[in-house]
């Protein structure tokens, strides 16, 4: 499996090279580079043949290209927080966002490293100029990619004050005591994460 | 070499998936807003299907219309009551104007 390993990234290192691509694609890097707008070695085949009759458009030209990863610190981050249902924020330009990460709140300024990091259930604080809008998100996933671009993907994200107290308290009563008297792990983990949902929907509000 | 057990998230190790932990951790979140938000984002989720069992290779009339709102409790009552023979049933996926055409039980959960 290894040995083949090897070969196939070795092969995957020429054909992209013979491709023509405006930079030759290394494997594990990290740097995004820009992409194309028109398949060069596609069109390129295609006069050979046809020289007569326009080449199609291949959906490589229909594709958006993507931004390529400035050389110096961007001033703006762009955030796409994206829900199943609606897009909460779609490229807008922001100064920072914070997350919460399953490692700990982490805050996401231009030129941040690419990360991806799992989201906990917790406020997410999206700060622009001297504005901050928070939102409790449920869970979900963050990519941050080299070109300061974030795409923050959730499940359910509300804004703090559609939240209700007292059904808060409520549940992390019930979840309280149904953590005590749990039997099976399955039982044990399902209360176990209402505990936790709760927790953080408490510390949204009053934090 | 580091250890070879990897830290897993306790749900996880539960035997639940990242997908079943995502959805129980929306629904709770949902439950929990306020009122006119809290009724649209439950009437957002739910989901509509028709089940049909067959009999002699012929479908016979629909029986339940559903309404599922998945949460930890109702998913295990929907789909644990009766026996799941894929072969035996036809489940169709209704958008909200086909419920009005059936007018059998309704199961709320």
């Not at chain 1, 400035?70 to 199943?84: C, D, E, G, H, Q």
């Not at chain 2, 644990?80 to 996926?93: A, Q, Y």
């Amino acid at each position: 499996m290894l040995r083949q390993a090897t070969t196939r990234l070795l092969s995957r290192r020429s054909i992209s090279a013979a491709a023509g691509g405006s930079v030759p694609l290394r494997p594990f890097s990290t740097e995004v580079p820009a992409t194309p707008a028109l398949d060069s070695s596609f069109v390129e085949a295609w006069k050979k043949v046809i020289p007569n009759v326009e080449p199609p458009k291949t959906p490589l030209a229909f594709m958006q290209p993507r931004p390529p990863t400035p050389a110096s610190l961007p001033t703006k981050l762009t955030v796409n927080f994206v829900l199943p249902y609606a897009s909460e924020l779609s490229g807008k330009e922001v100064d920072m966002v914070i997350i919460p990460a399953t490692t700990g709140q982490m805050g996401i300024l231009p030129g941040h490293v690419a990360t991806i990091a799992e989201l906990k259930p917790g406020v997410l604080a999206v700060h622009q100029g001297n504005d901050v809008t928070k939102y409790f998100v449920s869970s979900g996933f963050a990519f941050i990619h080299a070109n300061s671009f974030a795409d923050i993907i959730a499940v359910e994200a509300v804004p703090i004050d559609q939240i209700d107290p007292s059904l808060v308290q409520k549940g992390l009563a019930e979840f309280t005591q149904k953590l005590s008297s749990a039997t099976t792990d399955l039982e044990k983990a399902e209360a176990q994460i209402g505990v936790d949902v709760h927790s953080a929907l408490n510390s949204a509000l009053t934090g | 070499m580091a250890s070879n057990a990897a830290a897993v998230p306790f749900w996880r190790a539960a035997g639940m998936t990242y997908i079943t932990y995502s959805n129980i951790c929306a629904n709770l979140v949902r439950n929990c807003l306020k009122e006119p938000y809290r009724s649209e984002a439950i009437s957002r989720e739910k989901v509509h299907f028709s089940v049909s069992k067959w009999a002699d290779g012929k479908p016979q009339k629909p029986t339940c219309l559903e309404v599922v709102v998945l949460n930890c409790d109702s998913a295990r009552l929907v789909l644990g009551t009766e026996s799941w023979n894929p072969v035996v049933f036809r489940i169709e996926w209704l958008t909200e104007s086909k419920t009005s055409y059936h007018h059998n039980q309704d199961v709320n959960n």
